[in-house]
């Protein structure tokens, strides 16, 4: 039976690839990216490799692979490429498996279904990532209220940003969630920096 986590995040470029490695290292896992869109550069994939510096081994092939930067339903409309649902099963992995979702839990997939519905499907308890600095209170009460509409368990809050110890404490009290992490800015980023943050709570 797969084990692991689904990582996802309050909206697109809030840290999820980082604190994606960061899990990895965390729980010396293994990686997957469901829908990547955009392959123009370095994909997700890619960055977390470097930052591990795990070997190709650990990381699984996307479901899917889009090449427009742009939400899975677009980037598939213009790739002439119809993602469903049901195309999505949990991949088996000998290690705990970190899945790193696409922008944020209501991005469409299709016409009818949303990040949050593809963590619900694969069954792994979430883990949302967040922002330390000033919105993220609203955004991410409103992301965890779509996670648990969905009946979804969120496990945790990795924070990405300058320590912001009010924040913090608000999004534990009105969240009902432990911060698992918190990932400043990092002079170096890079697989030793990551490392050297241990996990608040147990993985």
């Known amino acids: 039976m797969t084990t692991g986590y689904f990582v996802t995040g309050t909206d697109t470029d809030c840290g999820k690839t980082v604190a994606a490695a960061w899990l990895m290292l965390a729980v010396d896992g293994a990686y997957w990216k469901p829908v990547q869109s955009g392959l123009d550069g370095p994909i997700d994939r890619t960055t977390v490799q470097t930052l591990t510096g795990y070997?190709?081994?650990?990381?699984?092939?996307?479901?899917?692979?889009?090449t427009q930067p742009l939400s899975p339903h677009?980037?598939?409309r213009r790739d002439g490429v119809r993602i469903r649902l049901e195309d999505f099963d949990l991949p088996?992995?000998?290690?705990?498996?970190?899945?790193e979702g696409a922008g944020g839990l209501l991005v469409p997939l299709d016409?009818?279904?949303f990040v949050?519905?593809?963590?619900?499907r694969l069954g792994l308890p979430a883990v949302l990532v967040c922002r330390s600095t000033l919105g993220t209170i609203n955004h991410t009460l409103l992301s965890l209220a779509a996670l648990r509409a969905?009946?979804?368990?969120?496990?945790g809050l990795i924070v990405n940003g300058p320590k912001t110890p009010h924040n913090r404490d608000a999004l534990e009290?009105?969240?009902?969630?432990?911060?698992?992490?918190?990932?400043?800015?990092?002079?170096?980023?890079?697989?030793?920096?990551?490392?050297?943050?241990?996990?608040?709570?147990e993985l």
Do not use: M, Q, T
């Open 111 to 113: 016409e009818s279904a």
């Open 92 to 99: 088996h992995a000998e290690r705990p498996l970190i899945v």
């Open 55 to 66: 070997d190709d081994a650990r990381f699984l092939p996307s479901r899917f692979e889009l």
């Open 173 to 201: 009290r009105y969240g009902g969630l432990p911060v698992i992490a918190e990932i400043d800015r990092l002079e170096r980023l890079d697989a030793a920096s990551l490392a050297a943050i241990a996990p608040e709570i």
């Open 116 to 120: 949050v519905d593809l963590i619900a």
């Open 150 to 155: 969905r009946g979804v368990h969120p496990a």
């Open 74 to 76: 677009e980037a598939a």
